[in-house]
């Protein structure tokens, strides 16, 4: 009888940390909003997969508890007959009934499970990762792309933008901002760790590295790519909500935060659910854990511009003061 307690103990872990996972998203222990045009579909592959993976493994719990419980040691001189689970499972046990067919429906079955998630994720895995998708990021009659070239470093994130004039010459020759990554320009805008873009409006990341292996990571756009050396490799998406708010003084734009602003006794934001982190999720040196930059989205191009004016003269006055 001490045995069957065994099947108990493990049926009681297991429905604690079923209980777990559906309290998770309750409570905020779950993935942050999804804020690009392709995070949902990101999303119902990590769903597909979860609920796929998600029912095998109750499944072999419930086998195991159920196998611990029913079939317990014998007591010496005990004679069992037939068992209600035999009885239930007899259908089965009929047709599984050499360890070949088992073993053959061990490996089919999976092996169609994987195919299925192959041919589910194709489509979007073109739109984020295919090239011949990108040109149709840059050709969108949503506006002009915005174009930054991203340098990662131990341990930074340093992101280069055009300045305000070579912003207004793309509007006319577009094939110039493709350009660009690659034919710097003497008055482009350098910023550390602060990546800004448009509300629904395609973002391009040219990303490079100048030392190790990083990985450009943003969760709320759904967006991961490994920084190789030698490489430029683009990362594209497009950004749905908007998450900065303009801090003035005198009538003057002093400065644009995320999360709608900061508490000016704490330093919080105001919403933490709209501060967007820019992580390396490639363990890349000592200073990795500091390797973070924020994701501002703009509400519009003239609020987009007006920061890119305001970086440009922030930059030109500390050039004069060295």
């Known amino acids: 009888m001490n045995e069957k307690w065994w099947s108990v103990l493990f049926a009681i872990v297991m429905i604690a940390s079923g209980a777990l996972f559906v309290v998770a998203p309750i409570v905020g222990w779950w993935m942050p909003a999804g804020e690009s045009s392709h995070a ?11 609920a796929i993976t998600g029912f095998f493994f109750i499944l072999t719990e419930a086998l195991l508890v159920a196998f611990m419980y029913l079939y317990v040691p014998a007591a010496p ?8 689970w035999y009885t239930v499972f007899q259908p089965l046990y009929k047709v599984l009934n050499t360890s070949y067919k088992i073993e053959m429906a061990w490996t089919v079955v999976p092996a169609i499970i994987l195919v299925y998630i192959a041919f589910a994720q194709v489509d979007t895995w073109a739109e984020v990762k295919y090239k011949s998708r990108l040109k149709n990021a840059l050709d969108s009659d949503t506006g002009l792309a915005v174009q930054v070239d991203l340098s990662a470093r131990q341990f930074e994130w340093r992101f280069r ?14 094939q110039q901002a493709q350009d660009w990554v690659r034919k710097p320009e003497f008055d482009d805008i350098h910023v550390p760790n602060e990546l800004h873009c448009i ?16 990985s450009f990571n943003m969760p709320h756009m759904r967006v991961k790519q490994d920084a190789l050396p030698g490489k430029i490799i683009p990362v594209w998406f497009k950004p749905l909500n908007s998450n900065v708010s303009k801090v003035t ?22 919403d933490t659910s709209k501060v967007w982190q820019i992580a390396c999720a490639e363990l890349c040196g000592w200073g990795h854990y500091r390797m973070i930059g924020r994701a501002y989205v703009h509400e519009d191009e003239a609020d987009f511009l007006a ?7 922030q930059q030109n006055d500390f050039g004069k003061t060295r």
Not at 40 to 50: C, G, P, Q, T
Not at 199 to 214: A, F, G, N, Y
């Open 40 to 50: 949902w579909d990101v999303d119902f592959l990590f769903y597909l997969i979860l």
């Open 77 to 84: 001189g005990e004679i069992r007959g037939p068992s209600l």
């Open 161 to 174: 933008y055009p300045s305000p004039a070579t912003w207004q010459r793309w509007k006319t020759d577009r």
């Open 199 to 214: 509300k629904d409006r395609h973002v391009v990341v040219q990303l490079s590295t100048k030392d190790v292996i990083h």
């Open 249 to 270: 003084k005198d009538g003057k734009i002093i400065r644009w935060e995320d999360g709608g602003g900061h508490d000016a006794d704490s330093g919080e934001p105001y």
């Open 307 to 313: 920061w890119l004016e305001s970086a440009a003269v």
